[in-house]
């Protein structure tokens, strides 16, 4: 094991190693011309596009096209190519956090892919819609892109949210800008991305909306680069200086002076170190702090690859690591050490070869064995070597032997992470990721990262391996079961029913409706259909089936749910097709044949809406003479036209006469005779009385009240008014206009129809004791006549009638009233 | 004074609290998310429902700088942020559409004035003068609503979202919709409040639990069945897979405390509502109308100064008087409320009687409760008083009560006493519910009857009542007399024992109608009392496929139900009786005084989408009077 330690690189007091993860000879990426391609790889083990770089003239083998994008996985595997003739000239690619292919054109459009070549959508970048400028400079990091263009102005563009790019500041075109970085919004003081320039005055200019600030940098800067931690800030001067700063500029943490020009990258490895790489060259230069420096030499282009806590080194050979040793890793391998962790590592040597002094040095730890173990277990996650990392789980697990104690879970989960980090780095996948990493994303964001790599399998026996819910696994299968499987007429049926099963199978509940969006997008309605018929809430079912104009089946679900407003989501599809002509009212009525329900909702709107030439059509159709009576009636009720609305009556009396209803027949009729009456006698008053909109009664009364009892009577023959009604008219309208002269000769003229009593009411009703007394006489129920009385307080003529009566009891009855009321007498005067 | 019921009593079961509380939280974060001072415009028909969840106060202090009404008539404010809170209507849209028109020209013409200066202003203080609408829907956006504002133009200068009040407790016992268009949307085929109650009952037992049975009774009962059914189905599928990956605390955990939901639809028991009320809510309803448990009086019945303002008075069982004499028929009212002064003068009359030091301090411990009390007592004395009044003298209420009951005990007609009110212009809701109630209970009017009946109306109240007759004849309110179905109100009469004369001795539901027994009431007496006569061959008849029983089938849930069961052994069951259409004040006092049986082993609470009387009906039948 001395040899591994011994491969280790000094920089200042910190140990670093390369690693080698894949050898890549033999494989499809050994065969390009690394030097001739411009390349971006992605964060945690994701992976690496390539592209023609056309500033370049080098010659690639004839299988390699100049606008084609071609993306590898880190184990040299072709995952896809890309035909980015659609996209006009590509400046510059990268990877978003999802493992998406963003690519930028010269014209400001933003083209994003998956890793296999499907375009997802693009955004146009600019400042007005209509203008669009020519990229100057532009920056991909994992959640969105920032643009400056040839007019000056700074855009950035979100990938993962739903607005237009934001403007920042725009630059003004004397200034030369060299190179741009980005703090992402996650490190900035703002909460939002701030966009870092250099520019050929030694101006470092933060910028994040219209504000910005401004430091200077000791030297003219071309190159900038900030850390992973966000927090520091490298930078590469005109003059061949490296310089590490802290973000505010209150510290310069290192200076070096390479005497070279501006290397082709300079990128950081973790965050304790920089690299510098000139390309023509072929050399990396590894710079620390106090001056310190190592150098790596190599035969050929190499691709950087930068992690949050190493750099992937990506050759025609061989994918390679660089990082810091871990400390646990430095405090077992190292030579000489005599950590718990390296004896524990060394009794296990022992222990393989049967030596007995394994248990004599575990003895000797037995205090530190805790320690002991952990560290094996965590060196051999960090390990990518797999012969190493199995002797370092085998020391684990001798420890584990002696300390019964040790935390069963804990040793576990740790061999759980070591075998899932190992199934995702086998070659076949290829995701090199580090334990770092992987503890910094968690394990729902690897699944997902396994699903963007359309490992389906894996990420399903993952889920399963760690009992998480694999609902989310499977629904994305099927997802991309149907985006990506022969597209043949009859395979409809056929991947229906495999996804149908799998799902039964593993009793998964996924969301049908995004399923089957996809199938409809994928253009295979006839599965669409057959899946979303899955789907329990039929509120998700219901857009899904308009959108694929299943009409039919859209309303009979919509019904179904009895969720009125899922009725309404298909008749406005439906009215919109009317409008705009595609669909008859032919064919309208058709559709919503039998379909009660809707054509109920449909009238209700129709009503609301007014639009009665419609509404008049479909009642019509299905000979609903009665509710189109009411219509016209109502019409007639707001109208204030007297020929409209005779004329409407009659339509409605018409409609009525179809109902076979003879009474309302006769009552629009009737109205229709009242208005003209009305109309007639309003001519014939010079208009002094309104008539309008008043019933039988009140014109009656309103004659009265004007003293015209002869059209009064005139009317009451005309309308059939009953004998009984038309005096209580009269009586009421005399007492309530206190035509008291009137009432009494109206009282006299007949004997009444309706007695007497009426009259003493309705002057009563008057507060009028005078009046009523007059009529109390004429009623001809003696017990009445005593209770008007005593009402009146006029017992003495109270005691009269009873005594007519000859009833005690009711004598009695009165003498009580009488005292009743002088109490409440004298209570007033008190 | 706050209006909402106090629920904070723990061992109440079901224990509301929480739902409301959670109502009232969702209002205050749509509020708070909106962080500036706003103006907020409420629906007319939200405002009242609105005090039982949250008040004015606290309102305030969410910065609701200002409050509105909804009317067509654009108001100005200087405020930019304004919330419409507003159910989903057509013409509410139509409002709001207006508003934000005028508001744009508004600001257009301020723009215009400004561009002059503009080098100086800059126009960022432009922008900054636009307001922002944010449109709440109660309780859901509909497709309808979005389509009005898309067509009028608006829905992209609305922020539109949803607002899920449902069901408001108006008491301990008795929970609304707050929905009074339910009635009237029925008549017009409009079931979208179906839907409605589903979702409001399906979220009221993800507080309390999931009531092991559901019993229906009518059609529109057995829809909402159907819809629980399928949310309860969605949920399962839904819940299934949640649980596997994070949350377990699934509504299904919950414990039921409803063991059963009873739904009632309006439409079998017309009647009920037609008839006058006689318990004491009952009648104020009827006489002065109780909107949303606060009953709005003028001072002087009240022997208060005018201030040209109404009393409120909130009408709940906060007010232990209250409590106590709502459900009780009008006529005992004065006599248990002198009996009730009595007592509480006596209570005060103790002081005189006090010797130690700890009887004065027992005794000013209950002056607090007494003075409440007082208080309490001098109000609905003057209210009884002034009811009292109108009782003895209104010439016409005698008269009308008796041929009601005629009506009702003999199924004899009193068309003498209708005709007479038409003569003498009742108002039209009185005359319409006197002819309906002899229509109903008389299997419909012979045709020469209604025809002259209907005539004199028309004649009387105007042309306009066209509607209403065609509309309660659609209903099935109004008909021409056929001869005897089963489903008759006599074989009602006959087999529920609908009428005792003998009401204030015996205590029963009667007295709710001095003499008639709500056919809605009995009809769940008849289900839940133990009782040797059989219903089923009858409700059988009367019901066909449209009533029975859902019961939960699920494992989990019966050993729940069982285990809780055995908890509380004394405990009664509880019986949420959901009334679809309304429900009037006397049917909800009759089930209290079914409550107190002790023939029953359920207690029953209520629920429905609003609270109704025959008036309102009637009203709900007749042409609205447009408003513009």
């Known amino acids: 094991m001395s040899t591994y330690s011994a491969s280790w690189d000094l920089l200042h007091n910190i140990k670093y190693y390369k690693q080698e993860i894949y050898r890549l000879e033999e494989t499809e990426l050994s065969q390009l011309e690394l030097s001739g391609f411009l390349y971006a790889g992605s964060k945690n083990g994701g992976p690496i596009a390539f592209m023609v770089d056309y500033t370049k003239a080098v010659k690639q083998t004839s299988m390699i096209l100049s606008n084609r994008i071609y993306v590898f996985s880190s184990s040299g595997k072709l995952l896809g190519e890309i035909d980015t003739k659609d996209c006009g000239k590509v400046v510059d690619i990268g990877w978003d956090k999802e493992d998406r292919l963003i690519c930028v054109s010269l014209d400001s459009i933003i083209h994003i892919f998956s890793m296999f070549g499907d375009e997802l959508h693009s955004i146009t970048v600019s400042k007005t819609s209509k203008m669009t400028s020519m990229v100057n400079l532009c920056k991909i990091w994992d959640t969105g892109v920032a643009i400056l263009n040839e007019a000056g102005d700074i855009l950035v563009a979100d990938l ?488 409407t009556l009659k339509r409605a009396s018409g409609k009525f006469e179809q109902d076979k209803n003879v009474f309302y027949k006769q009552m629009c009729e009737q109205q229709s005779k009242l208005i003209m009456v009305q109309h007639e006698l309003e001519l014939k008053k010079k208009r002094s009385i309104d008539f309008f909109g008043k019933s039988v009664n009140e014109t009656i009364s309103l004659l009265l009240q004007n003293r015209d009892q002869k059209t009064a009577y005139k009317i009451k023959k005309q309308f059939k008014v009953s004998d009984k009604r038309y005096w209580w008219i009269v009586i009421s309208t005399y007492a309530k206009n206190r035509m008291w002269e009137n009432l009494s000769l109206f009282a006299e003229s007949k004997n009444s129809p309706i007695g007497y009593e009426p009259f003493v009411r309705v002057c009563l009703n008057q507060l009028s004791k005078k009046e009523a007394a007059r009529y109390i006489p004429r009623i001809k129920n003696m017990k009445k006549r005593v209770d008007f009385y005593i009402q009146l307080e006029m017992f003495r003529q109270a005691s009269d009638v009873a005594g007519q009566l000859k009833d005690d009891n009711i004598l009695k009855q009165i003498q009580e009233a009488k005292e009743i009321s002088k109490k409440l007498k004298k209570k007033q005067y008190k | 004074m706050s209006l909402q019921i106090n629920l904070d009593n723990l061992s109440s079961v079901p224990n509301l609290k929480l739902f409301r509380d959670f109502q009232t939280k969702e209002l205050l974060n749509i509020l708070s998310s909106i962080n500036a001072p706003k103006g907020l415009v409420l629906d007319p028909a939200l405002a009242n429902p609105l005090t039982l969840i949250v008040d004015v106060r606290t309102l305030k202090k969410y910065a609701v700088d200002q409050l509105f009404l909804l009317s067509s008539k654009p108001f100005d404010t200087s405020l930019t942020h304004i919330v419409y809170l507003v159910r989903p209507t057509m013409s509410n849209m139509k409002k709001i559409a207006k508003h934000i028109h005028h508001s744009e020209k508004i600001n257009s013409s301020v723009t215009e004035t400004r561009r002059s200066n503009r080098e100086e202003q800059g126009n960022e203080t432009n922008q900054k003068r636009q307001r922002t609408n944010y449109v709440f829907l109660v309780p859901r956006i509909t497709t309808l609503c979005r389509k009005l504002l898309e067509y009028s133009g608006v829905l992209g200068s609305v922020i539109l979202d949803e607002y899920h009040l449902d069901l408001i407790p108006y008491d301990e016992d008795v929970l609304s919709l707050a929905y009074s268009k339910s009635f009237r949307e029925f008549l017009k085929g409009d079931t979208s409040s179906l839907f409605y109650i589903s979702r409001a009952l399906h979220k009221l037992q993800s507080f309390v639990g999931q009531a092991p049975r559901l019993r229906y009774y009518g059609t529109r009962s057995k829809s909402i069945v159907e819809i629980l059914r399928r949310l309860r189905r969605q949920d399962r599928r839904e819940e299934s897979s949640q649980q596997q990956s994070e949350n377990s605390s699934s509504s299904s955990v919950i414990k039921p405390q409803i063991a059963e939901i009873l739904l009632i639809d309006r439409h079998f028991d017309l009647i009920s509502p037609l008839v006058h009320q006689l318990s004491y809510e009952g009648m104020l309803d009827e006489l002065y109308g109780i909107t949303d448990t606060v009953l709005e009086l003028d001072p002087k019945i009240l022997n208060k100064p005018r201030t040209g303002k109404k009393e409120r008075i909130p009408l709940n069982s906060n007010d232990l008087l209250f409590a106590e004499i709502r459900d009780l028929n009008q006529s005992q009212i004065g006599p248990y409320l002198s009996r009730k002064a009595r007592e509480i003068m006596g209570g005060y009359d103790e002081r005189k009687n006090l010797k130690t030091i700890r009887e004065f301090r027992n005794f000013t411990g209950k002056l607090g409760k007494l003075q409440k009390e007082h208080s309490s007592l001098s109000t609905h004395l003057s209210i009884a008083e002034a009811i009292n009044k109108y009782a003895m003298e209104d010439q016409l209420f005698h008269r009308l009560m008796n041929s009601q009951l005629t009506v009702l005990t003999e199924c004899e007609p009193c068309y003498d006493f209708l005709e007479e009110l038409i003569y003498q212009e009742a108002p039209i809701e009185t005359v319409l519910r006197l002819l309906c109630l002899h229509s109903l209970a008389l299997n419909g009017i012979k045709s020469k009857k209604l025809d002259f009946f209907r005539k004199e109306i028309i004649q009387t109240y105007g042309f306009q009542h066209i509607i209403t007759l065609n509309n309660l004849e659609k209903l099935g309110m109004i008909k021409k007399s056929e001869g005897r179905s089963k489903r008759s109100y006599t074989n009602w009469k006959k087999q529920l024992n609908l009428i005792d004369h003998e009401f204030t001795k015996n205590n029963g539901i009667h007295s709710v109608h001095s003499g008639y027994a709500p056919i809605s009431i009995k009809l769940i007496q008849a289900l839940y009392e133990n009782s040797k006569k059989d219903y089923n061959e009858f409700i059988q008849t009367y019901f066909q496929d449209s009533y029975g029983i859902y019961t939960q089938s699920s494992k989990n849930l019966n050993e729940d139900l069982q285990e809780s069961e055995q908890q509380n052994r004394n405990e009664k069951d509880i019986v949420l009786v959901f009334f679809i259409g309304g429900v009037t004040y006397s049917e909800i006092s009759a089930l209290r005084i079914l409550n107190q049986s002790e023939n029953l082993n359920v207690r029953f609470i209520v629920g429905t989408t609003d609270i109704t009387n025959g008036d309102k009906i009637i009203k709900a039948c007749s042409k609205k009077t447009s408003e513009k």
Not at chain 1, 281 to 294: A, S
Not at chain 1, 489 to 517: F, G, L
Not at chain 1, 518 to 543: E, M
Request: glycine share 4%; charged share 30%.
């Open chain 1, 160 to 647: 993962f949210k739903k607005k237009s790019p934001a403007l920042y500041k725009t630059i003004p075109f004397e200034k030369d800008i060299y190179d741009m970085d980005i703090i992402p919004a996650q490190f900035s003081n703002s909460r939002q991305p701030e966009v870092l320039l250099c520019s050929s005055t030694g101006e470092l200019i933060t910028c994040v909306d219209f504000e910005s600030s401004v430091e200077y940098a000791i030297e003219p800067v071309v190159k900038l680069s900030l850390s992973p931690s966000g927090k520091i800030l490298a930078y590469f001067t005109k003059n061949g200086k490296l310089v590490v700063t802290t973000l505010k500029h209150d510290q310069i943490l290192l200076q070096f002076d390479t005497k070279g020009s501006c290397p082709t990258k300079l990128v950081w490895c973790g965050t304790d170190s920089i690299l510098c790489y000139w390309e023509k060259k072929n050399l990396l230069l590894m710079i620390g702090p106090n001056d310190t420096y190592v150098q790596y030499q190599y035969g050929d282009t190499i691709c950087l690859v930068p992690e949050i806590d190493g750099i992937r080194i990506i050759s025609n050979q061989t994918c390679e690591f660089l990082s810091r040793v871990p400390d646990v890793i430095e405090s077992i391998f190292e030579i000489g050490s005599d950590s718990p962790g390296a004896m524990l590592f060394e009794a296990n040597q022992c222990f393989e070869q049967m030596d007995s002094r394994a248990d004599k040095i575990i003895r000797v730890i037995k205090s530190d064995l805790s320690q002991a173990i952990k560290d094996c277990l965590i060196a051999a996650i960090s390990e990518f070597d797999l012969e190493r990392q199995n002797l370092l789980i085998k020391a684990a697990n001798l420890g584990k032997t002696y300390l019964r104690e040790f935390d069963h879970g804990y040793f576990a989960e740790k061999i759980k992470e070591i075998r899932i980090l190992n199934q995702i780095r086998v070659y076949l996948v290829g995701i090199p990721m580090t334990y770092n990493e992987y503890k910094k994303i968690g394990i729902r964001n690897l699944i997902k990262k396994l699903l963007n790599h359309r490992n389906h399998l894996l990420a399903y026996e993952i889920t399963r391996y760690l009992k998480l819910g694999s609902d989310k696994v499977l629904e994305r299968w099927a997802c991309d079961k149907i985006r990506y499987s022969e597209r043949q007429a009859d395979e409809d049926e056929n991947i229906h029913d495999q996804i149908m099963k799998k799902i039964k199978q593993t009793k998964s509940k996924v969301s049908y409706v995004k399923i089957a969006t996809v199938a409809r997008d994928a253009g295979r309605k006839k599965l669409a259909i057959k899946l979303i018929i899955h789907d329990p809430r039929s509120s998700n079912q219901v857009p899904l089936l308009i959108s694929m104009n299943k009409i039919e089946m859209a309303l009979d679900e919509a019904i179904n749910s009895r969720d009125d407003d899922l009725i309404y989501l298909v008749l406005f599809h439906l009215l919109n097709e009317l409008k705009s002509l595609s669909i008859t009212e032919k064919d309208l009525f058709s559709k919503l044949k039998n379909r009660e329900k809707a054509i109920e909702l449909l009238i209700l709107y129709w009503k609301k809406n007014n639009d009665e030439k419609h509404l008049q059509m479909l009642l019509e159709g299905l000979e609903r003479h009665r509710d189109i009576a009411a219509l016209n009636i109502e019409k007639v009720l707001e109208s204030d036209k007297i020929d409209f609305k005779t004329n």
